[in-house]
């Protein structure tokens, strides 16, 4: 079964638009961590964020936001002003205890930004 | 600081030929290293994870098989490829202690099968 899952496949914006990427993510540990990495067309991946299962407090860094809601196990993320430059696709993952912390990555969604 | 490197960067062989593709971790001790595929268009699997020198686990039944004969050192091998294992591969190391750790990436090999 998938763990993450990241809905939405491809998203288009203009530039200056916000873009919000959902993840939704399933698991029964209590302890758990969920990530956010970028893959832009140089095919590194770039992580953005770690977040522990007990902290719920949203994060802001520049132009990124990140919102967790245990209540329905989601951990949304969000792009304010895109820029051409946040082209890329984005994976949301979830690392369980019960998985020896391993990485499950969601499917990625695209995000292209349109000058 | 830390940095991983990937090599070679691109790599173009036969269906039935070997493989080897390396990765090298600097500026840390003791690292969790990974190796994953990446198909086009699709997620990352992960194939490999070793928690230390000589040890690794496999992720997925497959023709490919890795080693880590030094601490900071993960190798990636096949005796015949297929052209199934076409794909983007990608090594990542993830700091040992602590749990939940994020996992760092390197640059990747693109592994075009002919």
């Known amino acids: 079964a998938q763990k993450v899952t990241q809905a939405q496949t491809e998203i288009s914006v203009v530039e200056k638009e916000d873009v919000t990427l959902d993840c939704v993510y399933e698991t029964r540990d209590t302890t758990y961590y969920l990530f956010w990495y970028k893959q832009p067309p140089s095919g590194e991946l770039v992580f953005l964020i770690r977040?522990?299962?007990?902290?719920?407090q949203n994060e802001i860094s520049g132009r990124y936001s990140w919102n967790f809601q245990k209540s329905t196990s989601s951990f949304n993320f969000t792009i304010t002003a895109s820029q051409v430059v946040d082209s890329a696709v984005y994976f949301c993952a979830l690392s369980e205890v019960s998985n020896d912390y391993k990485l499950s990555f969601g499917a990625g969604t695209t995000v292209t930004v349109r000058a | 600081s830390q940095t991983i490197h990937q090599w070679p960067a691109t790599l173009v062989q036969p269906v039935g030929s070997p493989l080897s593709l390396e990765c090298t971790v600097e500026?840390?001790?003791?690292?969790?290293l990974y190796w994953y595929r990446q198909a086009a268009g699709r997620g990352l699997q992960l194939l490999f994870y070793?928690?230390?020198?000589?040890?690794i686990s496999s992720e997925v039944p497959q023709n490919l098989s890795a080693s880590r004969p030094q601490d900071r050192q993960f190798i990636l091998s096949s005796k015949k490829l297929l052209l199934s294992d076409s794909g983007f591969y990608l090594c990542?190391?993830?700091?040992?202690?602590?749990?939940?750790?994020?996992?760092?990436f390197g640059p990747g090999t693109r592994l075009t099968v002919t």
């Open positions: 977040r522990n299962s007990f902290d719920e």
């Open positions: 500026g840390t001790s003791n690292p969790n």
């Open positions: 070793s928690v230390g020198i000589g040890q």
């Open positions: 990542a190391w993830s700091a040992r202690t602590g749990v939940g750790n994020e996992q760092y």
